[in-house]
């Protein structure tokens, strides 16, 4: 893209079209040139699906895209609730009742699994039906959800409320026939043949509700992508969306701490399956377990492992491996009601608001996100709900069930659209849209430090030009906040100290501080990174860490990115921009668009090339008397290493960052007035 494109692209925005450009795929040379460009405003009028009256002018914003859609300018919602009301219904029968195993058959023969627990007027007595039903559809094995609900087991709370309760493994899991390949086109077609089994059952009214925690979360929403008639709401909690960008892949680097040990975990979990005797017998048990062992050996788990790590392209690229696995790419087929749970530090946490901005307008929809990990969404210790008069997640799921399932009146459209809890702030904070309505891009430019001082932040492009070097190492962030969240939460329960902060992976970073001012600094949103860099080598991955500093020095996280600098191609089409700068990138991921960044070992000057890296999304205050910090280093292992063969293109070489007024290397931050949440 070059400079005069910029410009027009600028001009058009000004004239209040949308930021949907054509894809463009590199950078160099670039210098993206900032206007003051507020959000889009229109006038409503026929066709448009917002409350807006006719005629009456409402501001739009540029949503991200994602592989089957381009960027969209979508309304900026402004009414909503702005306090939690408590819901409470009392229960309506003193038992749950489990009415036993089922085998549910497939349309090609494999039987699934599944746990049936009703309301009960006595430990043995069912209570009259027909029932609502809420499904959980797990890969975690529902034999031991009873023990561990939250990898599928019935929920006493609704189940004693007149709910019905459905728990099912999926196939190839748990105690179900078949081979499990993780969200596969054939296991997703499943989820639909479940539904008809489902109100098929004389114990149910035609109605179901779904829900369930990650993996379970996932199949909630990809069976409510089917459409099936019986599917009244959705209550997924840390769902992924894209699973290539979220986890799998993070800027081209393969995630060597969660999926190898998430597949282990759904293996182990099923790999003998005797609760199988009860429902399909012994013939089907001794069938199931050298299945299960091809499917781990030959089919699936190691193969697609060895496949990452070696750099097979199928795999280590995005293509239709990847569009299958990631639920995003259908949220536009939802049609029900749906709320959505995500955590600031969960390994989901890119897409878990995407959510909310893609379902908004079409369906009802909520949005709470907590200060948690993977696990601590699932209430591993603890959720710590209810917290700033935001209910427990029984509370929230009774109300959005019984308006949507059971048909009973509920205020619930009249509770918060958004509610997140904001880091530095230290408590929930309720608003009518995410991004923050009130959010806006801004760019802080990186300034050296000298041998001895802190780098600094500026809203000025550098007048003099500088650089900074370090040695490219693939180990940085072992022992820091990353390996925590990308192990779901498990170091946390580890008493170091670095497991919670970033202090230490930081003493071998380039950090650049940004004081709070006398307001401090609200941010809300998606944030990115403009890197300029040149190597020694022939590739250089970029880690990217964002952090509260403490006047004592001690920092805490915000957010992180990591880019492969080889893959930095970037669809505009699908980017998010604000306020005139790019706030979200679009890295296309395909292996024809990789551009090694040629080595300066006897090849003469190589011009520096600019690499943009994603940072997820998230809300924190940066109090008065503390400081912003961005932290830039080689490497976050626990959040991804780059493929075997790529990694050799990055090793041994030295990294050089260039700052200056022709290489203005920066980071755009989605800054929201602090009197939005100052009182």
């Known amino acids: 893209m070059e400079i005069r494109t910029m410009k027009l692209r600028m001009t058009v925005l000004a004239l209040g079209t949308s930021c949907v450009l054509a894809a463009c795929g590199g950078s160099d040379g670039e210098t993206q040139q900032a206007s003051a460009i507020s959000p889009e405003v229109q006038t409503s009028g026929q066709g448009n699906n917002s409350n807006t009256p006719p005629g009456q002018a409402y501001k739009t914003r540029a949503t991200l895209g994602s592989r089957n859609t381009e960027s969209q ?130 114990w149910t009214d035609g109605r179901v509700g779904l829900q369930g925690i990650s993996y379970l979360g996932i199949t909630t929403v990809l069976t409510a992508q089917q ?41 182990g979990l099923g790999i003998l399956p005797l609760e199988q005797l009860s429902t399909t017998g012994v013939e089907s048990f001794l069938t199931t377990i050298p299945d299960r062992l091809e499917g781990l050996l030959l089919d699936f788990q190691v193969p697609t492992i060895l496949k990452a790590v070696l750099g097979e392209e199928e795999t ?213 990174a403009d890197l300029w860099v040149t190597t020694t080598a022939r590739d250089v991955q970029l880690s990217v860490r964002v952090d509260l500093v403490k006047p004592s020095g001690l920092s805490e996280p915000i957010s992180n990115g990591l880019m492969t600098a080889s893959l930095q191609s970037v669809d505009e089409s699908r980017s998010r921009f604000d306020n005139g700068y790019m706030l979200q990138p679009w890295h296309t991921f395909r292996a024809e668009d990789r551009e090694l960044l040629t080595s300066t070992l006897g090849f003469g000057e190589v011009l520096p090339r600019q690499v943009s890296v994603e940072i997820f999304p998230s809300s924190a205050y940066v109090p008065p008397g503390h400081s912003l910090r961005v932290s830039i280093n080689t490497s976050n292992v626990p959040q991804g290493l780059p493929p075997l063969l790529e990694l050799i293109d990055s090793l041994l070489g030295v990294m050089t960052l260039h700052m200056g007024p022709d290489t203005p290397s920066s980071i755009t931050l989605p800054v929201v007035p602090s009197a939005t949440i100052l009182e």
């Open 316 to 528: 280590v690229f995005d293509e239709g491996f990847w569009a299958v696995r990631s639920p995003m790419e259908g949220v536009d087929k939802i049609n029900v009601p749906t709320f959505i749970v995500g955590g600031l530090n969960d390994i989901f946490q890119r897409s878990e608001p995407l959510w909310y901005e893609r379902l908004k307008g079409r369906v009802p929809v909520k949005l709470l996100i907590g200060p948690w990990t993977h696990i601590e969404a699932a209430g591993i210790p603890t959720n710590g709900l209810p917290a700033d008069g935001v209910p427990d997640f029984n509370n929230l799921q009774l109300q959005w069930f019984d308006e949507y399932v059971m048909g009973l009146d509920t205020p619930v459209e009249d509770q918060p659209n958004v509610t997140q809890y904001v880091t530095g702030l230290e408590r929930y904070e309720t608003t009518t849209d995410w991004p923050h309505p009130e959010m806006k891009a801004e760019r802080f430019y990186l300034n050296a430090g000298g041998p001895l001082s802190q780098g600094q932040l500026s809203g000025d492009i550098p007048e003099a030009s500088a650089t900074q070097s370090m040695a490219q190492q693939p180990l940085n962030g072992l022992c820091s906040f990353s390996t925590t969240q990308w192990t779901i939460g498990v170091t946390g329960f580890i008493p170091l100290p670095c497991f919670e902060s970033n202090d230490l992976s930081e003493l071998a970073s380039l950090k650049f501080d940004l004081p709070a001012g006398d307001d401090g600094l609200y941010l809300n949103g998606p944030m990115q």
């Open 227 to 267: 459409q099936h008639p019986a599917v009244k709401a959705a209550f997924p909690i840390v769902p992924i969306g894209d699973g290539y960008r979220d986890i799998v892949f993070t800027g081209g680097n393969v995630n060597a701490t969660f999926i190898p040990l998430w597949m282990g975990a759904v293996t």
């Open 73 to 202: 300018q979508v309304r900026i919602e402004t009414s909503g609730g702005t306090e939690w009301q408590s819901y409470e219904r009392e229960e309506v029968y003193p038992e749950a009742v489990n009415l036993g195993n089922f085998a549910i058959e497939m349309s090609d023969g494999i039987k699934l699994f599944a746990k049936v627990v009703v309301p009960g007027t006595d430990a043995s007595t069912p209570a009259p039906g027909p029932l609502p039903v809420i499904l959980t559809q797990t890969s975690y094995n529902s034999s031991l959800g009873q023990f561990v609900p939250a990898i599928g087991g019935a929920s006493d709370y609704l189940v004693k409320r007149g709910y019905a309760s459905v728990v099912v493994d999926v196939r190839g899991t748990g105690n179900s026939e078949g081979n499990w390949e993780a969200f596969g086109e054939r296991e997703q077609q499943d989820y639909s043949e479940v539904v008809d089994w489902v109100v098929a059952q004389p």
